[in-house]
């Protein structure tokens, strides 16, 4: 079942509290349906974690927290989905996101990604930016969910049958 699968691989409630950034949430994480491995709760889980780890943003972590606790989402998959764009993976996503933005956009110039055009265009950057990474975050988010949804449910049938 995923489920044993997920217990084995994910971090536990204690490891995620002592997390600096999740002591301000308190008795949130108290919420029994955040921690919950069912299937629903990790898909959620899986559309918050993918969308937020997209968005060109500080506190990632505590946003997809805060997401998490309001959707009833699973706190430990969300949060560890965050780190898909780590300093290695944030420069080609970053740059996708921006080609993504200017293909929407359709700018009158297209800037030139780097550090120099960066601080000169930092508004016309941003709304390119920002306008690609809430496109690509929604697309890869729902495409991520899908798939583990399929795949759990796939699973779980390929299991009973064997039973």
Known sequence: MPRKQLKKILPTHEKIREQKVLKLFGKFLDKKSIWSLSRK????????????????????????????????????????LI???????????????YAIGNI????????????????????????????????????????CAFSVNFLWIYTVRKNRKKN
């Open 41 to 80: 709760k990790v898909v959620a889980g899986v559309l918050i974690g993918i969308f937020v780890a997209s968005l060109p943003m500080p506190l990632q972590m505590a946003l997809a927290s805060i997401l998490a606790i309001i959707f009833n989402a699973n706190l430990p998959i969300s949060f560890i």
């Open 83 to 97: 780190f898909i764009s780590n300093p290695l993976t944030m420069p080609p996503i970053f740059y996708l996101e």
């Open 104 to 143: 929407i956009l359709r700018p009158e110039t297209i800037i030139e990604f780097n550090f120099d055009s960066m601080y000169e265009n930092f508004d016309q950057i941003a709304i390119s930016l920002w306008t690609g990474a809430l496109v690509l975050g929604i697309f890869a988010s729902i495409i």
